[in-house]
């Protein structure tokens, strides 16, 4: 395992170094003793700048939902025909997830243990929520099948994109971030938008 040098620790950098450990170890199985050995600074170097651990998870899952919810503020989220506002959320959350995939991967295994946990998986639902809507509304305008019940298109929409935390590394060659999005792109659409 590679440590940071002290003199270019940071904030960010421990932060980075504890995505990285929780996504290792798992969060419930990262103490902060991994943390300081995998950062290479001491624990009081840590405690200086969090409070513990938890407070690093709160950071890390609050950018990946951040980066999530950005994508409804964004205005071709928010405006024209609700089918093309969800093709456009889709290519964004590959987007997002390829962006921040560390920070997404983590956010993707809380079981809800802690309150930061709780909390994440709440916003995390509220999040799924507005796209189901989303959903539902492009479904309402017949754009869409209405022979797949909208929460399990929804669930099946969310799996494909999640799924992706699992094998793709972007340091190793193979398909681009965009390239990743063209294709959830067109195996979701090319299966919902309803056939003329």
Do not use: C
Not at 16 to 28: K, M, P, Q
Not at 34 to 56: D, F, N, P, Q, W
Not at 140 to 160: K, N, S, W
Request: aromatic content about 6%.
């Amino acid at each position: 395992m590679t440590t940071a040098r002290r003199d270019t620790y940071t904030p960010e950098t421990l932060l980075s170094v504890a995505v990285r450990v929780f996504n290792e170890r798992g969060y419930d199985g990262t103490s902060m003793e991994h943390l300081s050995r995998a950062a290479g600074i001491s624990k009081s170097s840590i405690y200086h700048h969090v409070t513990g651990k938890e407070e690093l998870l709160r950071r890390a899952v609050s950018r990946a939902l951040d980066g999530l919810f950005g994508i409804l503020d964004e205005e071709h989220a928010r405006v024209g025909r609700a089918v093309e506002r969800l093709e456009y959320v889709t290519r964004r959350m590959v987007e997002v997830l390829t962006s921040e995939l560390p920070y997404v991967t983590l956010l993707l295994r809380v079981r809800g243990n802690t309150d930061t946990e709780r909390w994440a998986l709440e916003r995390r639902r509220e999040f799924d929520h507005e796209v189901a809507e989303l959903l539902r509304a492009a479904a309402a305008d017949g754009d869409v099948r209405g022979d797949v019940e909208v929460r399990l298109a929804t669930r099946l929409v969310f799996g494909m994109i999640n799924s992706i935390v699992e094998w793709y590394r972007p340091d190793v060659r193979g398909m681009a971030a965009r390239e990743v999005a063209d294709a959830v792109v067109r195996l979701v659409f090319a299966g919902l938008r309803q056939e003329d």
